[in-house]
């Protein structure tokens, strides 16, 4: 019997949806897109309306060649990828693959012979898959257009604008119509806080006592940087002498009753934005955890199950039935006080795309806590957070009952007003089960702190005590990926879909690096935005970048024809792009005067750019002639100096890249390298060598040759101790194992480890004297031959002392792949059977 085939993005998802659908369907995986432009040229016909060339993605060919060989046997197709513009776009090629519509309406296919149908559903449960296969439709071609237009766009910046930066700053370098916007924001906001110019202010509070306690504290009004009321010690000093005499009283009391409304359940953004404050998640991990919730978990009995709906949404809207089922739960679990009489709305973006519902979970009737043994911990706790974001969205308000006391302080003719506001928590409404994030503390906060005893107006205060404290106005913060995401989301740049990959590329690339979580921009960071910026004046603004967003979404509304929308930004585009062919400067061949002379030759110094970034170089340099000064030194580039606050959360672990799942150190025969929990699923892998560079830490030893301090060193083969004076001296610390070299009898032997991560034993005289043994050498004479050391040998039936001329220690060295290595030990004029047994064999992962 012929049955529906049903072709979805991930296995997991094929998994979960195969169980609702029953018998009547098989459900496959497309492994996510299937046609791209193609990698090795633009694939985008300029000259003929914009007309793409996709080309199937190497690797996907034996997945299409399943699928076309189901489809001929099926009596109909439902493709069901994700409900946004990327999931129509693998549609839309599935369906151009198997007989359908081509994605380029200028090509010609083959004639429909399947009835091929496009589902979406926004959660994964049996009602919602159930309900969406009986109203199937065709795919929408805005949608297709609008992805289109975005992967055009990207194409068009991201190909014909790389090359310009390899060719006039290095290669492997990258620019993207987002990604290089969202730089630039880095940039400019670190250009701010080096140019702030701190100003000095000064608070003075007054620590007054009631007719009943507590003691409290209010503060002298005005005071703040823009009315400089007290711009410094003395003028704080001056006016806490005068009130110290002053009489106090209460001027005024103002009580009201304060409502602090829930948030809206989340959209994508402010997901992001939370998992980044509370869960110190970042973008990508908790993208990652969220498309695993969705996709669906195993849930023991139930099986399968999508927790949350779609991830991806900037919609707050919720589905009645949703509604119905929260507010059953408020209701009986919190009381009728905490049960709105009706459910609360919220208003969405101007440009929201309100297909989607908000991000919430399928059941509100699942508690965290009833599914915590099924979910591993990073599951747990991004699933409770949409849980108790949900929740609390169809919450009361929390209520507060707020004072504010304003009091004078009159010194003769002269008054001067205080203030002190204090809230009381009367009724916790949704704070009983969530409390939103914030970047900084407000206000609000503030007064939460304030305890205040019954004051009345006219009421005598007493005077316990005056503090004037200094202050400093301070620079706008660095951002981190909450704040950036969130700076994103207010000008409209790019999508939340999309910040993940930003923020990730922007890392891999170099272009930023992440110090206690904060974004600080390296050196290459600030010349590709600066040249960028000056030669792109439009397409890296980020007003410009904000409104292509707009048309996009015009384009998937049926607004604007994609071809439209590409034709206006290519006008603009090629007239900056020949611009800058011609007036971008060449960073390679930059020579920046100095004031510094060389060390060498006295000649001044001049900043070029190298492989590496810049680097000061002799000006008496020619590279035509061999005698001429060769004199550099490295340029070191100010870091910013982070407090402790900063820095505190920089040492984390280390999580996959694909899949969120937490990265463990493994062993295997290259060495050391990091591996996914998890395997077999996930086997992504990373050499230890491609780990972001540890900084080198200090030491109060001194170096024995040129005297300067000793640095722990992190290289690729792990930590060693050289001298800071690199390279001027490259004294670097051995690990002498305590025996004279037996070849030249002048070194000492030193424990050295191979590119491959083996251990072996060296001359310290290398490269004058090349002995080597594999084996630990100990310095205790052979008894029978003579030799002047035995080798320590960890056999399978014991630890042996043997001697390097017996037959077994030959018998027993490594074997090696190619041609054979000449022996480096001393060769033996007879061989010798010596061999003494010390220990046991050590267990397996103490020799590990």
């Not at 959209?267 to 996709?295: G, N």
Request: net charge neutral; hydrophobic share 35%.
């Amino acid at each position: 019997m012929a049955k529906s085939l049903v072709i979805v993005e991930s296995p997991t998802k094929a998994k979960t949806i195969q169980k609702y659908l029953g018998s009547g369907y098989e459900v496959e995986a497309s492994l996510g897109h299937i046609k791209d432009l193609p990698k090795k040229s633009l694939g985008v016909d300029l000259d003929n309306d914009f007309s793409t060339e996709y080309v199937v993605i190497p690797g996907k060919e034996k997945v299409i060649a399943k699928l076309k060989k189901l489809a001929k046997s099926a009596d109909a197709i439902y493709l069901a990828p994700d409900p946004d513009r990327e999931g129509e776009a693998i549609a839309a090629h599935l369906a151009e693959e198997l007989g359908g519509e081509p994605i380029d309406s200028k090509k010609t296919t083959k004639a429909v012979t399947k009835s091929i149908r496009r589902v979406t559903f926004n959660e994964i449960t049996r009602r919602a898959v159930q309900e969406a296969f009986q109203r199937p439709r065709d795919i929408d071609r805005n949608l297709v257009d609008a992805q289109q237009t975005r992967r055009v766009l990207d194409r068009l910046v991201g190909y014909q604008i790389s090359p310009l930066l390899w060719d006039k700053v290095r290669r492997g370098l990258s620019a993207g119509r987002v990604q290089t916007v969202a730089l630039r924001l880095i940039v400019e906001r670190e250009r701010e806080i080096k140019a702030f110019v701190p100003v000095e202010y000064w608070t003075l509070d007054a620590h007054l006592h009631g007719a009943k306690p507590p003691v409290f504290v209010a503060r002298l009004q005005g005071t703040n940087p823009r009315q400089n009321v007290l711009p410094n010690e003395a003028a704080a000093t001056e006016l806490r002498d005068k009130l110290k005499d002053a009489i106090w009283t209460v001027a005024a009391v103002e009580k009201k009753e304060r409502r602090q409304n829930a948030a809206a359940p989340f959209t994508t953004s402010k997901f992001q934005q939370d998992a980044s404050r509370k869960l110190r998640f970042s973008v990508k991990r908790a993208m990652m955890i969220a498309q695993r919730l969705y996709e669906g978990i195993e849930l023991g009995d139930e099986g399968t199950v999508g927790l949350i709906t779609y991830m991806r949404t900037d919609s707050t809207r919720v589905s009645n039935e949703a509604l119905a089922e929260v507010r059953e739960w408020i209701g009986r679990e919190c009381g009728k006080d905490f049960l709105p009489e009706s459910p609360n709305t919220f208003k969405s973006k101007k440009d929201t795309q309100d297909a989607h519902e908000a991000i919430r979970p399928t059941s509100a009737m699942r508690h965290p806590d009833s599914i915590k043994q099924f979910l591993h911990e990073d599951e747990y706790k991004v699933y409770k957070l949409i849980w108790q974001r949900f929740v609390a969205s169809q919450m009361a308000p929390a209520v507060f009952d707020q004072t504010t006391v304003d009091i004078d302080a009159k010194n003769g003719d002269q008054t001067y007003r205080f203030r002190v506001t204090g809230s009381v928590l009367k009724f916790e409404g949704f704070l009983k089960v969530y409390e939103e994030s914030k970047d900084t503390k407000d206000e609000e906060d503030e007064a939460i702190k304030h305890k205040l005893p019954a004051l009345t107006e006219g009421q005598r205060l007493t005077l316990k005590g005056l503090d004037a404290e200094q202050h400093f106005t301070e620079p706008p913060p660095r951002y981190n990926e909450a704040s950036l995401v969130k700076e994103l989301e207010e000008r409209g740049i790019g999508r939340p879909s999309t910040y993940a990959a930003i923020l990730s590329t922007i890392q891999e690339r170099q272009y930023v690096q992440k110090t206690g979580g904060k974004f600080i921009p390296t050196e290459i960071g600030f010349v590709v935005t600066d040249l960028l910026v000056e030669n792109f004046k439009d397409i890296f603004d980020p007003q410009y970048t904000a409104r292509l967003e707009e048309e996009l979404d015009e384009i998937e509304d049926g607004k604007e024809r994609w071809t439209d929308a590409l034709n206006e930004f290519y006008t603009k585009f090629e007239r900056d792009l020949q611009y800058a062919e011609k007036h971008m400067e060449n960073v390679k061949r930059m020579e920046k005067p100095t004031d510094e002379k060389c060390e060498r030759c006295g000649s001044p110094l001049v900043i070029k750019w190298g492989k590496h970034g810049s680097f000061y170089a002799c000006s008496a340099y020619d590279k035509n002639d061999p005698s001429s000064c060769t004199f550099t030194k490295e340029n070191p580039i100010d870091l910013p100096d982070l407090d402790t606050a900063d820095t505190q959360d920089t040492a984390h672990e280390e999580y996959c890249e694909n899949c969120g799942r937490p990265m463990v150190l493994k062993r295997g025969r290259f060495g050391q390298f990091m591996a996914c929990t998890g395997y077999p699923d996930c086997k992504t892998t990373r050499r230890l060598d491609q780990a972001k560079r540890v900084p080198d830490i200090p030491l109060d030893e001194k170096c024995p040759q040129c005297g300067r301090n000793l640095l722990l060193r992190h290289g690729r083969f792990g930590e060693f101790v050289s001298c800071s004076g690199y390279p001027k001296c490259k004294w670097v610390k051995q690990n002498f194992i305590g025996v004279k070299c037996p070849q030249c009898a002048d070194g000492e032997l030193v424990e050295k480890k191979a590119r491959r991560g083996n251990i072996f034993y060296g001359c310290s005289n290398y490269p004058k004297c090349d002995f080597t043994s594999a084996f630990r050498p100990v310095a205790e004479k052979c008894p029978e031959c003579g030799s002047p050391y035995l080798l320590e040998k960890i056999l399978k039936d014991g630890v042996f002392l043997v001697c390097p001329n017996s037959k077994r220690s030959n018998g027993e060295e490594p074997k090696r792949r190619g041609k054979k290595k000449k022996e480096t030990e001393p060769a033996a004029a007879v061989k010798c059977d010596y061999s003494k047994r010390i220990a046991d064999a050590p267990a397996r992962e103490a020799v590990a």
